[in-house]
């Protein structure tokens, strides 16, 4: 089954994210910290993660830099969910190593489709072509 | 000494004594009464005869005790007298001396006490001890001797000093005149004195050397008194000579002493005999005449005379032999090497021990320093002079009296007296005022100095010339007021001028005032109006201050609103967003089937969430635009994409209303805040969308080039043009403020914000730096044009 581990402290956005990724037949890694993320992104494997970027501990960022300097780490997508608040700091998430961003609020209806369509996934097709 | 002569008696004595021994052991024995009595007398007889042997043996032993013991005491004497001398020959210092032979007479002579005293001169006539020896214990301090003819001065010190001649007490018991200090003196064990006085070479007495002995008569005999004397004599005598020694040593010394200091002395000293011949020249003579003292010695003081300053040798040698010195007489000398000096001489007469004068002391001291400096003053003064005669302002300094005491010829010729006429004379008699003129430099006198002072000064002619006068103090070296220098300036042309001017003056003035009058009645009606405009700019100053007060105010608390806003919207978005995912989950049936009534209001929940985020959305952007906290963050990106892009959002709503939608829009590369014109765009997109029921909607780009700008700086519009219901002109206006939206049929029914084109006209102006344009026709449709630069800084 295709796993995506998702890095989010809010549980009601957990919620949302897991029906939207459940109902395209992902089985959801959650994890709540910084820190847990970074344990799970190495132990789990996912296809990709979603990283939100305030969290309680390590923030998102510090997350991924951890995930792209372990040995495990072999270009897996992160892609970074930022507030609105964030927006002046794309350039800081791309620096950490994240693929892509997406800005808050999330649509449950077209989130996955868009990911799919960033990360050039098509269907249960569970190759990755990245984006240069 | 006979001993002989007491040991004969003394048998005789015994024998006698036998015999009545004998003679009374025959009493004893059986005789006759008679026999007894004959020789009882013959007893009585040889006893009386030989008592008066004994008597006179007796007599005869006491004088040669005496004798025996004067001849030791002048045994004694003799030795002290000798080591008194021994000690006169030795001795360097006074006072040691004294003390000395004090000691030596009491030691070696066995006297009880000795002192020394010299005969002070003073009221008292007191007689000072000097020095003493033996047992002594207070006895002088409490004596007070004196030489005047007083109780005290009666004792033999006393009379010693007045007379000079010797004097003694042979017994303090009984001499009357000791009574005075028969106590201590017995106390302290004197029964005897003896003073002899001590006398210089002249023979005048200057002291006493007074002794004391335990025994009464001790200075009886005339041959202690005359040992005594000599003694006293030596001692005088070695005091005398020691006192030449010191006195001789001491000559010496300040002999020597001058000697180092007239040849250490920086001017030539040199001794001439009364011929002119050189007899002593020291090294400052050396020095300033270039003659060692071997040349010169014995040679003529004309030497060093220059040729026609010869006379002054003998005028000088005439003087010195009158005894009258000459004193820094300033003069010129030849050096040997024939260069002349000048030089200051002073010259005294050297005297003999009698006054007869035998020499000339010369000296020296090297003027020639002094003489150029005193030449360059000279020349100095005489410039400064020509500079005060050359001035045309007549310059006087007056004395504290008032009196002048110089001029320069500037004020000769204005009072047409000479110089020497003027010195002397009062200053103020040359003024035709004499009272202000004293007034004037008494002025001077108390404040220092005088400005301008006006007066009028008289040539003895009668001509008069008004002066303006300038003075001021002058002080000598040490700061104190010597004078008043006082300038005067001629201002008789000035006045002449001034008198001109004056005549002009009066006349301009007539015209002046009959214009003035004129004026100051047009002036009057002027003022007037002017005061009346005066209150109400006023009245418009306060208004605007008070407006200025209010309007920064109400900046402030808009500024706080914006703020307010823009945080408390941000917060409101997280639960509404929760509101909106959860219903799209709940209306797409991802957890369960729903009944159509069910998925109608779940339909409501979301549509009123995505409004209410919107509204949301805008209302955030609008705070931050107003508060200034919105910034433009440019990026490179095509335009053509970004149509598509914003096309692609309301294709869906486009198709539902079953519209046209027609896209002509350009590649154009541009760099700019992306996100921000993908929001506008979107914005007039919406609208158009909104606000058309049938017809389409056209999205067109051009790119237009700047007149005068450079090629890179082009504008990119973008028109979004719709078949809607357009806007009354009237209305156009009110069309970008915000909140309003325009009374239509459709206003119900559609959703708006009321935000949306006054939020896409700000963000056009102020994140893009472009603007935004409408125009429309009612009832056909609206064209609105946002023109932005494709390169932002």
Redesign the interface.
Known sequence: MKKVLVVED?K??MR?IT?AFE?SGYKVIPAETGEEGVELAIRERPLFIIMDINLPDIDGLEATRRIRASEADDDIPIIAITS??M??DRSKILDAGCTAYFE??????TIVDKIHLLLGLTGNNATVNEEQ | VRPELVIIPKLTNVFAVIVVLFILLRRWLPQEEHEKAQLNALVQEQISELAEINNKLRIEITERKRAEEALRRLNRELRARSNCNRILMQAEDEQELLNEICHVICDEAGYRMTWVGYADDDDAKSVRPVAWGGVEEGYLAEANITWADTERGRGPTGTAVRTGKTACFQDFETDSKAAVWRDKALQRGYRSSIAIALRDESGNTFGVLTIYSTESNAFATTEEIRLLEELAGDLAFGITALRNRIERKRAEESLNHLAAIVESSDDAIIGKSLDGNILSWNKGAERLYGYREEEVKGRSISILIPQELVGELSNFLESIKNGKPIEHYETSRLRKDGSRIEVSVTISPICDSCGKVVGASTIARDITARKQMEEKLRLANAYNRSLIEASLDPLVTIDADGRITDVNAATESVTGCSRSELIGTDFSDYFTVPGDARTSYRQVFREGMVKDYPLELKHRDGLVTPVLYNASVYRDEAGDVVGVFAAARDITERRKAELELQKLNEELEQRVKERTADLNKRSAELTESKGALMNIVEDLNEKTIELEQANSKLQELDRLKSMFIASMSHELRTPLNSVIGFSSVLLNEWVGPINAEQKENLAIILRSGKHLLNLINDVIDVSKIEAGKIESTPEEFDLHDLIFEAVSLVKKELEEKGLVLRVAAAHQQMRTDRRRLLQCVLNLLSNAVKFTEQGGVTVETRIVQVSGEKPEACVAEISVTDTGIGIREEEIGKMFQPFVRLFSPLQSIVPGTGLGLYLTRKLAAEVLKGDIMLTSEYGKGSRLTLRIPVRLP
């Open positions: 809010n009601d956005n949302l029906y109902r609105f608040a927006y002046g808050k609020p999330i649509d449950p209806l």
